[in-house]
């Protein structure tokens, strides 16, 4: 080919008679094909009804359209996020004009639905909520272990949880294809629609004597599983049913979210297999 051509390869310096090559450049909108930016593209995903991840406004602007954004966004319960234009300008280097957005790689379920159907399915039900699980490779890893140990679904907050991207995706290696995530504006009320509907709501956390491999996890149950740095939230484990812990015998005190979350469900799914023999009784399809 004649002359210099522009190109994302760029030619570097010959080694050992070698040409060398940089490796190209790509703006993180041409990395993420789930990123849209501009108010018309952003309000037009949300009125057909896209699965919307995140939404970042730029702060400090206002005017006729990006208040037409807001008003739309409210009227259909998503939240926004207000953001320095810096961020934006990171997210992409093309006219953003102040609003990019995310679309889920996933499609979001919701409790009520899911729990029904275990039920009429002759099933028992297991759950595991997450209470701001915010790291997409532990999402990711959770969401691995959940599915090979038949979790019916699982349950993560609206706001100050893990977005759900191409890390966590990987991470989970297809099991977000597979296994049911439902997405819920007030975990508060979910544990209390479970706790109605005859599942047991058990916090996992070390503050507590009882342990998991004493309990009885035969039944219907949920387990929640807190954050790496500070647990499961008060408020949440006021509400639980009860508290469990895994045993430690090392010095560190704590262990992965993932790991441990890998080690209630197999402790439930070792109980359930011995009780109904060759059968779990819970779904892994």
């Known amino acids: 080919m004649n002359g210099a051509r522009e190109d994302k390869w760029k030619s570097n310096d010959t080694v050992h008679g070698l040409r060398l090559f940089k490796r190209p450049f790509y703006t993180s909108?041409?990395?993420?094909?789930?990123?849209?930016?501009?108010?018309?593209?952003?309000?037009?995903?949300?009125?057909?009804?896209?699965?919307?991840?995140?939404?970042?406004?730029?702060?400090?602007?206002?005017?006729?359209?990006?208040?037409?954004?807001?008003?739309?966004?409210?009227?259909?319960?998503?939240?926004?996020?207000?953001?320095?234009?810096?961020?934006?300008?990171?997210?992409?280097?093309?006219?953003?004009?102040?609003?990019?957005?995310?679309l889920s790689e996933i499609t979001y379920h919701r409790t009520e639905d899911i729990v029904p159907a275990i039920f009429e399915k002759g099933e028992v039900p297991l759950l595991v909520i997450l209470d701001r699980i915010t790291d997409v490779r532990n999402f990711g890893a959770i969401a691995r272990v959940a599915e090979c140990a038949g979790v019916?679904?699982?349950?993560?907050?609206l706001r100050g949880a893990a977005q759900v991207n191409g890390d966590a995706m990987k991470a989970a290696a297809g099991a977000l294809n597979?296994?049911?995530?439902?997405?819920?504006?007030?975990?508060?009320?979910?544990?209390q629609f479970l706790k109605d509907s005859g599942i047991e709501v058990v916090a996992c956390t070390e503050k507590t004597d009882d342990g998991i491999y004493e309990a009885d996890l035969r039944g219907p149950v949920a387990f929640i599983m807190g954050s790496e740095e500070d647990g499961v939230s008060?408020?949440?484990?006021?509400?639980?049913?009860?508290?469990?812990?895994?045993?430690?015998?090392?010095e560190i005190a704590s262990l992965n979210v993932s790991v441990a979350t890998g080690i209630?469900?197999?402790?439930?799914?070792?109980?359930?297999?011995?009780?109904?023999?060759?059968?779990?009784?819970?779904?892994?399809?």
Request: overall charge positive; hydrophobic content about 40%; some cysteine.
């Open 29 to 102: 909108d041409q990395l993420n094909k789930n990123l849209l930016f501009g108010i018309r593209p952003v309000m037009e995903a949300v009125q057909a009804g896209k699965e919307i991840e995140k939404i970042y406004i730029q702060q400090d602007i206002s005017h006729a359209l990006i208040n037409e954004l807001k008003q739309l966004l409210k009227k259909r319960n998503l939240i926004y996020q207000h953001v320095p234009v810096e961020k934006l300008n990171r997210l992409t280097q093309k006219n953003h004009q102040g609003a990019v957005c995310f």
């Open 152 to 157: 019916h679904a699982i349950i993560i907050p």
């Open 178 to 191: 597979r296994i049911p995530v439902c997405r819920e504006e007030n975990l508060k009320w979910v544990m």
């Open 234 to 250: 008060g408020e949440y484990m006021k509400r639980a049913d009860r508290k469990l812990k895994i045993p430690m015998m090392g």
């Open 264 to 285: 209630v469900l197999y402790e439930t799914l070792r109980q359930r297999k011995a009780k109904s023999g060759a059968g779990s009784g819970i779904h892994n399809d």
